[in-house]
DNA sequence: GCGGATCCAGAAAGCGCTCTCATGAACGGG
DNA sequence: CCCGTTCATGAGAGCGCTTTCTGGATCCGC
């Protein structure tokens, strides 16, 4: 009928007393064992086996300062969250990263500008050492918001507009909008027309830019603006093809967007990729390679963008939170990383 | 040169002496205020206001061993998890719902098997209150040692074996198969194939008894296992077609599976719907309404079973964390929600 | 108008841990 | 062989908070 009282979670006393040595040893033990002889720190290691004590988190953070956690921001007002696996990838990054350094993952998903408060309350809430945010948007006040909270961050995708003091994690959307639109030129396509991405992100931009690095001088009429949906790629390719029906080249600022334009070239009766080649970006699974017909696209690794902003954030941990002027050697902030993208080549184009 | 001393965050002493009352009183107001007389409420809240205070949560769990922290378990080795939307939806229900009870989302990732040691640690730690965890291989070791964690715990998708103790949420997956083969059946087909998923998925197993459940007597060689992958429904669509090249309808155990299946169709030179009708499972976006032709599919309501789940957790939190025999009203445990399915036409059936 | 019940506020004891500091043993040099 | 070091260990303070317990004021009924 008694059940067992609950069987209280061993303390450090009960191993200190149990291995007959003080709290302070168990702690030096736990901690690493620096200072403390071998064999009293086996004996204290195996009674520590022994009653699978494990500290508490809590009473460790309220001395060291340290949460030994981070916490992961992803703004994204429904659309793109999660219907995309992008968060998904890059969670998994930082995931393995973290583990590795033994902190946890604090998820805080944001979908109005009301929460934002709450965000920045958290965070000043110091209850987390550090923090990675999605920030694609322009003239987002989240970057501020976090940024008034002192704590280190890394963010993911170029913000707008960025500040020296907090690096960025981003994929090089300019350089591979251009190896894609090159790619197009290099098929002896004269007429190559961009689908941009929703202009207030970066990214969009971006690639936008790279397209126009390659042919400055393209007509206005080979450009329409699309959102990143495959209904948005849609309707900027019916638009293409009403004002510039010479055209013989597609560069897509993503797979979705792509998606669209290769339906309404197939309802146009334009043969992909003989008549039109067509390229996305993103390579995003499974899309890309089940279109019809399959996707050129440009990769981006987005795991491995991931495992960066999560290394790059540990770095600046270990170098003390918030180090005052006192620091001895200031050691430059670790700066942005951009990572280089590839052109994946299938059937349209 | 001198920074600011890095500006400590105010505690309840500091806001306890500014407005002249002692910490108790402090903190009974932070805590909803029960039992302090109006007037001194509002000074002190004012004072609150005024400092910026934030309780510290490490002191607080510390005494009220509560952590309103949860963790979120996804045990998926590589595949599918973050290929396929799921998770995320999953992920942005259960955000939702945490953050209205003012709980934290812990992210644990798990890739392997040899993960599940340093989970079971963590858990048992007792740095959260409870545990949401995704479960969907038969025989998995992760629902053990969760529960051996003694931890609250509510698991998404059946978990197999099924334990009293821990409910689960999941779709209603045979009778949403039902409803599929019923549809086609409808359609006047006479010969309905299936493509499973992986068998040692119990989504999987469910989705294969609710076929048979219409179609007890069908023909073993309707019956092609698949993986959950479009290229595992390609292979099993070669397979159907070979071993009866009389089927007029297929109901694939997803929308992955079933948009390989449309492939080998077409190539075929089989007419879908006109020739063979095809239903997916999942309603997953974007692929499902992308494929040629667009995927009639069995729609699961994913974002909603992740709000489930997290308000099934946070009431048997309420009800005090593994309270032992002496609670006076037992007050059943809360059961597993199966939540329906809806099948999306559109043309593929 | 007095005694007892009622209620609000404060004092103080920890929650489990880390870390500084003091202590004493072991050691080596003169 | 003694003294100054060095180094491993233990004692104890305290991180910021909740919560019991207690004191004192207020209120009610008789």
Same mark, same amino acid.
């Given at each position: 009928?008694?059940?067992?009282?609950?069987?209280?979670?061993?303390?450090?006393?009960?191993?200190?007393?149990?291995?007959?040595?003080?709290?302070?040893?168990?702690?030096?033990?736990?901690?690493?064992?620096?200072?403390?002889?071998?064999?009293?720190?086996?004996?204290?290691?195996?009674?520590?086996?022994?009653?699978?004590?494990?500290?508490?988190?809590?009473?460790?953070?309220?001395?060291?300062?340290?949460? /030994? &956690?981070? @916490?992961?921001? +992803? #703004? $994204?007002?429904?659309?793109?969250?999660?219907?995309?696996?992008?968060?998904? *990838?890059? %969670?998994?990054?930082?995931?393995?990263?973290?583990?590795?350094?033994?902190?946890?993952?604090?998820?805080?998903?944001?979908?109005?500008?009301?929460?934002?408060?709450?965000?920045?309350?958290?965070?000043?809430?110091?209850?987390?050492?550090?923090?990675?945010?999605?920030?694609?948007?322009?003239?987002?006040?989240?970057?501020?918001?976090?940024?008034?909270?002192?704590?280190?961050?890394?963010?993911?995708?170029?913000?707008?507009?960025?500040?020296?003091?907090?690096?960025?994690?981003?994929?090089?959307?300019?350089?591979?909008?251009?190896?894609?639109?090159?790619?197009?030129?290099?098929?002896?396509?004269?007429?190559?027309?961009?689908?941009?991405?929703?202009?207030?992100?970066?990214?969009?931009?971006?690639?936008?830019?790279?397209?126009?690095?390659?042919?400055? /001088? &393209?007509? @206005?009429?080979? +450009? #329409? $603006?699309?959102?990143?949906?495959?209904?948005?790629?849609?309707?900027?390719? *019916?638009? %293409?093809?009403?004002?510039?029906?010479?055209?013989?080249?597609?560069?897509?600022?993503?797979?979705?967007?792509?998606?669209?334009?290769?339906?309404?070239?197939?309802?146009?009766?334009?043969?992909?990729?003989?008549?039109?080649?067509?390229?996305?970006?993103?390579?995003?699974?499974?899309?890309?390679?089940?279109?019809?017909?399959?996707?050129?696209?440009?990769?981006?690794?987005?795991?491995?963008?991931?495992?960066?902003?999560?290394?790059?954030?540990?770095?600046?941990?270990?170098?003390?939170?918030?180090?005052?002027?006192?620091?001895?050697?200031?050691?430059?902030?670790?700066?942005?990383?951009?990572?280089?993208?590839?052109?994946?080549?299938?059937?349209?184009?």
């Amino acid at each position: 009928m008694t059940d067992k009282p609950a069987a209280p979670r061993p303390t450090l006393e009960a191993v200190a007393a149990r291995a007959g040595v003080s709290r302070a040893t168990v702690s030096r033990v736990v901690n690493g064992g620096a200072g403390v002889t071998a064999p009293l720190a086996s004996k204290v290691m195996r009674v520590v086996e022994e009653l699978g004590y494990v500290p508490n988190r809590a009473a460790r953070s309220l001395v060291t300062r340290r949460h /030994d &956690a981070v @916490a992961v921001i +992803i #703004a $994204e007002p429904e659309t793109r969250v999660f219907t995309d696996p992008f968060f998904g *990838r890059q %969670l998994r990054g930082i995931s393995k990263e973290l583990t590795a350094h033994d902190s946890q993952l604090v998820l805080l998903l944001v979908e109005e500008k009301s929460d934002y408060a709450r965000v920045g309350r958290y965070l000043a809430g110091g209850h987390v050492d550090g923090a990675l945010v999605f920030s694609v948007h322009t003239q987002d006040e989240l970057p501020a918001i976090v940024r008034a909270s002192g704590l280190p961050t890394v963010f993911g995708g170029r913000p707008d507009p960025v500040e020296e003091s907090t690096p960025y994690v981003d994929c090089d959307n300019r350089g591979g909008a251009r190896e894609a639109v090159r790619h197009l030129l290099s098929l002896g396509r004269g007429q190559v027309a961009h689908i941009t991405g929703p202009l207030d992100q970066t990214s969009a931009v971006d690639r936008l830019d790279g397209y126009r690095d390659v042919v400055p /001088d &393209a007509d @206005a009429a080979l +450009i #329409a $603006e699309g959102d990143f949906t495959p209904e948005g790629g849609e309707r900027a390719m *019916r638009e %293409l093809l009403e004002r510039s029906p010479g055209l013989d080249a597609v560069f897509a600022a993503n797979d979705l967007s792509a998606s669209g334009a290769l339906r309404v070239l197939r309802e146009a009766g334009r043969r992909v990729p003989e008549d039109v080649a067509v390229i996305g970006f993103d390579d995003m699974v499974p899309l890309a390679g089940r279109t019809e017909p399959p996707l050129t696209t440009v990769r981006q690794d987005i795991e491995e963008m991931g495992r960066m902003m999560a290394r790059l954030l540990l770095r600046s941990l270990e170098r003390g939170p918030a180090r005052g002027a006192a620091g001895p050697e200031p050691e430059a902030d670790p700066a942005s990383i951009v990572t280089p993208t590839v052109l994946v080549r299938r059937t349209s184009a």
